[in-house]
């Protein structure tokens, strides 16, 4: 089963997420209330997808979106970055930084779920291998 990285401090985010992704057991979800605690959960885990809020405590999206880049054994984990910055720099920068999605809260918990359907189907291998499996290099 496809785990999904979940990196916000809203408890209340990260509850919904859970609940939406978790239906049906489609996808198993972890989560991570800041920046340092979810880049160390992401290199422990190795998830197939991280969601990741540019505004959170310990050091901001940005960096770990960049640490996630440059770090051998995650830097090809998809990142859709949510977040409540709408200013076009914040864009230019996560999609720079190779954020697959960016996506302005609030955002319907449907609508994201099909995104990371989409980014994981085109990004699965054929084995149905998932997590470190996936990313071996």
Do not use: H
């Not at 979800?29 to 540019?54: H, M, Q, R, T, W």
């Not at 405590?57 to 090809?76: M, T, V, W």
């Amino acid at each position: 089963m496809p785990t999904v990285l979940v990196i916000d401090d809203d408890p209340s985010l990260r509850r919904l997420l859970k609940i939406q992704l978790t239906r049906g057991g489609k996808y198993e979800v972890a989560e991570a209330e800041d920046g340092p605690s979810g880049f160390n959960l992401a290199k422990k885990l190795v998830p197939d997808l991280i969601v990741l809020d540019l505004n959170l405590p310990g050091e901001n999206g940005f960096r770990i979106l960049k640490n996630i880049r440059e770090d051998r054994s995650i830097c090809l984990v998809p990142v859709i970055v949510l977040t409540g910055d709408d200013d076009a720099e914040s864009v230019r920068t996560a999609l720079s930084d190779y954020a697959e999605q960016y996506m302005i809260k609030p955002v319907d918990m449907k609508y994201i779920e099909k995104r990371i359907d989409e980014i994981l189907a085109v990004r699965a291998p054929a084995t149905g291998e998932t997590g470190a499996d996936k990313w071996k290099m």
